[in-house]
């Protein structure tokens, strides 16, 4: 709901073990969608991308 909290935790060390060790982390790719429902099936499916896939949506993205 607040992506920038989000961020934040992360870079405390609160939050996920993967992130803890990879610090600082840094938002490169938002979207917003209409439901809660909706935002964390989108989250599910681009964890599941390629990383040659999740680059070309970063890339994407910051060009428009």
Request: proline share 3%; net charge positive.
């Amino acid at each position: 709901t607040d992506p920038q909290r989000r961020v934040n935790q992360h870079n405390k060390g609160i939050g996920a073990k993967y992130t803890s060790t990879r610090r600082p982390v840094k938002l490169v790719y938002l979207e917003t969608l209409s439901t809660r429902t909706e935002a964390m099936k989108r989250e599910l499916a681009i964890k599941k991308m390629k990383r040659t896939q999740k680059s070309k949506l970063i890339k994407t993205a910051s060009l428009k």
